[in-house]
């Protein structure tokens, strides 16, 4: 019973699971999300990377192909989102208007430490989920 204790404590010690925050806040600082974004009609998922740049945060979501659905950046101090790179599916500009708007509100909800944000007119469910990394000692 001692060894199979042993054995997990130093398996435990060997590997451990980093708790990240949900929001790059530093410069230089990277989080990343399983990201969802669910539609009346369809859904969207894959990985999204935010990184703190200079107090820029920039952020980049793929599929499980590694197809980039969207590249943006936001800007926290004027609370502005900049869309960079859109999959041709969702290149339209009442799309993208939408989009720009959720991702600012998405932004000041992961600011917060929450990981979803509703969009009750369009009944968009944007959920990103934080991530947790391996130390391997």
């Given at each position: 019973m001692?060894t199979?204790?042993l054995?997990?404590i130093?398996?435990?010690?060997?590997?451990?699971?980093?708790a990240?925050?949900?929001?790059?806040i530093s410069?230089?600082e990277?989080?990343?999300?399983?990201a969802?974004?669910q539609?009346?009609?369809?859904?969207?998922s894959g990985?999204?990377?935010?990184?703190n740049d200079?107090?820029?945060?920039?952020g980049?979501m793929?599929?499980?192909?590694g197809?980039?659905?969207?590249?943006f950046s936001f800007?926290?101090?004027k609370?502005k989102v900049?869309l960079?790179?859109?999959?041709k599916?969702?290149?339209?500009?009442y799309i993208?208007?939408?989009?720009?708007k959720d991702l600012?509100?998405?932004?000041?909800?992961l600011?917060?430490?929450e990981?979803?944000?509703?969009?009750?007119?369009?009944?968009?469910?944007?959920?990103?989920i934080?991530i947790?990394?391996e130390?391997?000692?």
């Amino acid at each position: 019973m001692l060894t199979i204790f042993l054995i997990f404590i130093s398996v435990f010690r060997a590997t451990t699971l980093r708790a990240q925050h949900t929001f790059p806040i530093s410069d230089g600082e990277k989080v990343k999300y399983n990201a969802v974004i669910q539609m009346p009609n369809a859904y969207i998922s894959g990985v999204c990377v935010l990184l703190n740049d200079c107090g820029v945060i920039k952020g980049c979501m793929f599929n499980e192909f590694g197809i980039t659905m969207l590249d943006f950046s936001f800007s926290p101090d004027k609370q502005k989102v900049k869309l960079h790179h859109v999959i041709k599916m969702m290149d339209k500009w009442y799309i993208k208007r939408v989009l720009r708007k959720d991702l600012v509100l998405l932004m000041s909800s992961l600011q917060k430490g929450e990981s979803e944000y509703y969009n009750e007119c369009r009944k968009i469910t944007y959920q990103f989920i934080p991530i947790p990394y391996e130390i391997v000692e």
